[in-house]
């Protein structure tokens, strides 16, 4: 449940598209990190009083390792624009129910000015769509996409396994230039365009933002239990399905490393092996770069031979993929580990990117 703690701000640090990082001192004296959403609770200044949820810190999650900011209790923020009675400014509840829930525009919705485009929309005309387990490999898949083609319009879809605001994301706020937009769907929110669900999302990936590749992968903080089924990633096999419902080509980008500790990611990670052999039932292209290191790949190679009957499985050559990720505009981490650290797992991701890119 929530650990609720009160303090002052002494300092506003780093800020990105849509957060701003700043320090607390608590009403104990402890000075905490702390992370706002200034859409949904104001812009912090240093001397506001602030509300604070510190769960996640007391926890020391990697990822959500933030005291959160739920209100400035005495200098709340001005109400949108609209008067907020009628559905002219949207009518999707995101996060719903809890006490920070936003009501945003759909995509869809009447009041959306893509409501023409989108109202007999049903298909994604072949589109070439990675599924991916972690929010880390998204940097990756964009690498190779643009690799062989720059001047590709990629659009990302974020769902709600991990992190709901997409403004969470440093990640994202970096590759804001190289995408044609953020569409968050279901719970998550802070996209450039908001949709219900993947289905609709993945519309609105191709119509409206005219989409030539899409990503879809869930925000940061993927969440397990170590369990065969206990995990957030399942949703990609999902993904697949919607991906093949819609029209589109999906094309699985693996979890693979030579560098966990992990046995059960070591190697083809058991949340491939579900999500793609369990969960999905539409046929994907699974993606393996060529140049694996060779126990590394006689490793994954037996993993995956369960999962030929259903999938294609397709080997990517990897030339000039290294500069790519290298040249990236924001930092490639997974678990801790850089490039470097945890070459295999980038590599296959920017092996998906590429094999997507040649697909449009």
Same mark, same amino acid.
């Given at each position: 449940?929530?650990?609720?703690?009160?303090?002052?701000?002494?300092?506003?640090?780093?800020?990105?598209?849509?957060?701003?990082?700043?320090?607390?001192?608590?009403?104990?004296?402890?000075?905490?990190?702390?992370?706002?959403?200034?859409?949904?609770?104001?812009?912090?200044?240093?001397?506001?009083?602030?509300?604070?949820?510190?769960?996640?810190? $007391?926890?020391?999650?990697?990822?959500?390792?933030?005291?959160?900011?739920?209100?400035?209790?005495?200098?709340?923020?001005?109400?949108?624009?609209?008067?907020?009675?009628?559905?002219?400014?949207?009518?999707?509840?995101?996060?719903?129910?809890?006490?920070?829930?936003?009501?945003?525009?759909?995509?869809?919705?009447?009041?959306?000015?893509?409501?023409?485009?989108?109202?007999?929309?049903?298909?994604?005309?072949?589109?070439?769509?990675?599924?991916?387990?972690?929010?880390?490999?998204?940097?990756?898949?964009?690498?190779?996409? %643009?690799?062989?083609?720059?001047?590709?319009?990629?659009?990302?879809?974020?769902?709600?396994?991990?992190?709901?605001?997409?403004?969470?994301?440093?990640?994202?706020?970096?590759? %804001?230039?190289?995408?044609?937009?953020?569409?968050?769907?279901?719970?998550?929110?802070?996209?450039?365009?908001?949709?219900?669900?993947?289905?609709?999302?993945?519309?609105?990936?191709?119509?409206?933002?005219?989409?030539?590749?899409?990503?879809?992968?869930?925000?940061?903080?993927?969440?397990?239990?170590?369990?065969?089924?206990?995990?957030?990633? $399942?949703?990609?096999?999902?993904?697949?399905?919607?991906?093949?419902?819609?029209?589109?080509?999906?094309?699985?980008?693996?979890?693979?490393?030579?560098?966990?500790?992990?046995?059960?990611?070591?190697?083809?990670?058991?949340?491939?092996?579900?999500?793609?052999?369990?969960?999905?039932?539409?046929?994907?292209?699974?993606?393996?770069?060529?140049?694996?290191?060779?126990?590394?790949?006689?490793?994954?190679?037996?993993?995956?031979?369960?999962?030929?009957?259903?999938?294609?499985?397709?080997?990517?050559?990897?030339?000039?993929?290294?500069?790519?990720?290298?040249?990236?505009?924001?930092?490639?981490?997974?678990?801790?580990?850089?490039?470097?650290?945890?070459?295999?797992?980038?590599?296959?991701?920017?092996?998906?990117?590429?094999?997507?890119?040649?697909?449009?």
């Amino acid at each position: 449940m929530v650990r609720w703690r009160s303090g002052t701000v002494t300092a506003l640090r780093r800020h990105w598209h849509g957060a701003v990082e700043l320090d607390v001192r608590q009403t104990d004296g402890g000075v905490v990190r702390a992370l706002a959403y200034p859409e949904l609770v104001g812009m912090p200044e240093p001397g506001d009083r602030v509300l604070l949820n510190v769960g996640a810190l $007391v926890m020391g999650l990697g990822t959500g390792g933030y005291a959160l900011v739920v209100a400035l209790p005495d200098r709340l923020p001005a109400d949108p624009p609209d008067a907020g009675d009628t559905r002219e400014g949207g009518h999707l509840v995101k996060a719903r129910y809890t006490p920070l829930q936003p009501i945003v525009l759909g995509v869809d919705e009447e009041a959306s000015p893509h409501r023409a485009v989108l109202a007999d929309a049903d298909g994604l005309d072949g589109l070439p769509v990675v599924t991916a387990d972690l929010h880390s490999a998204l940097p990756a898949i964009v690498a190779g996409i %643009r690799a062989d083609a720059p001047g590709i319009r990629i659009a990302y879809l974020m769902t709600d396994g991990g992190a709901l605001p997409a403004w969470f994301s440093r990640t994202l706020d970096g590759l %804001r230039a190289e995408l044609a937009g953020t569409v968050t769907v279901g719970q998550a929110f802070g996209g450039d365009l908001e949709a219900t669900n993947l289905h609709s999302g993945l519309l609105a990936a191709r119509h409206v933002l005219d989409a030539e590749v899409a990503i879809v992968a869930q925000g940061p903080g993927n969440l397990g239990t170590g369990t065969r089924w206990g995990f957030s990633g $399942v949703a990609v096999g999902e993904a697949v399905n919607a991906v093949a419902a819609l029209g589109g080509h999906p094309v699985g980008s693996l979890r693979i490393s030579g560098a966990d500790p992990r046995s059960r990611h070591r190697g083809l990670s058991h949340h491939s092996v579900t999500a793609y052999g369990r969960v999905a039932l539409a046929t994907a292209d699974l993606v393996l770069p060529t140049e694996l290191p060779p126990d590394l790949a006689a490793e994954v190679e037996r993993a995956l031979a369960p999962l030929a009957g259903r999938h294609r499985v397709l080997r990517v050559a990897v030339d000039g993929l290294d500069e790519a990720l290298r040249a990236t505009p924001v930092p490639l981490s997974t678990m801790g580990r850089g490039l470097d650290a945890d070459h295999a797992y980038f590599l296959t991701a920017a092996a998906a990117g590429r094999h997507a890119a040649s697909l449009r």
